[in-house]
Structures are given as C-alpha cells and as structure tokens.
C-alpha cells in the first residue's frame, strides 16, 4: 500500500496540482492584500471615509459601535463590508486569470503551424508538402 501512495504522489499530473494549489494561494494572498491595503481605501474615500472592511448591520438591536465590538460580544451581524472586499478579491483574480489563459490561447494560436493546403484545383485539403493532389492527381508544381 505505501508503494501505491509513494507511486500516486509521484505521477506528474499530482505534483502539478499540488504546485498550482500553492502558488493558487500564495497568489490569493498577494490579491487580498492588494485589495484591502491598495485598492478598497481610495475607493472608501472617495465615498466618505467608509471602511469596507467594518461595515455591518446589527441583528441583535443592541447598537454596537464597531464590527469588532460586535463579534467580541457575540452579537449576530451580518458582516457585508467584509463580503464587498472578498468580492472586489474575486473579481480580479478571475480577472488575471482570464488575462493569464487569454495570453496562453494566444501564443497556442500563434504557435500552431499550418500542416495542410488546399488544392488549387478540387479545394480538397492536403499535405503542405505535397507536389500533386490525392483526389484529383492535378500537378501542383505547376500551380
């Protein structure tokens, strides 16, 4: 059994994975502090020194004066500012994601050669090196 675990662990596609879930969360926490530490407090205060971070509402009636008093209290909340700043965290990251896989797309398009032509005669697709046309035996040394 530990022979299967040892060769499971080894197979690439693992050790990929493994590879893309660390630097998946390593990049998250670069994006979390970009978010909270760069981007959120301009936006903030341009809307009236407003901390996403401490914005809340109050289930429990009692008035709280902060989200931190709130949750040392165990008063119910409902912590929105936290969940603006976690959506604004998801937005660009699926957004450098879709730049990343956009760029890749790219580079495959560029890199994919063209293996085929078209007969100038029957427009049947053929070999690019070809020198006369399987369907219809036209000469294309000629062409």
């Not at 693992?14 to 407090?41: C, H, N, Q, R, Y």
């Not at 401490?54 to 500012?81: C, K, M, N, T, W």
């Amino acid at each position: 059994m530990l022979k299967e675990f040892r060769d499971f662990i080894a197979r690439g596609n693992v050790l990929d994975l493994a590879v893309a879930v660390i630097i998946g969360a390593a990049f998250g926490k670069i994006i979390t502090s970009l978010v909270e530490g760069i981007i959120m407090p301009p936006i903030g205060m341009l809307l009236g020194n407003v901390d996403f971070s401490s914005l809340f509402i109050d289930l429990s009636g009692q008035h709280p004066a902060s989200l931190a008093e709130a949750q040392d209290r165990g008063l119910p909340v409902i912590a929105y500012g936290a969940f603006i700043n976690d959506l604004v965290t998801f937005l660009i990251i699926a957004f450098v994601i879709f730049l990343i896989v956009k760029a890749i797309n790219r580079s495959k398009r560029q890199e994919k050669v063209e293996l085929t032509k078209s007969c100038p005669y029957c427009l049947t697709s053929i070999s690019i090196e070809a020198t006369r046309c399987a369907a219809c035996c036209s000469d294309l040394t000629a062409a």
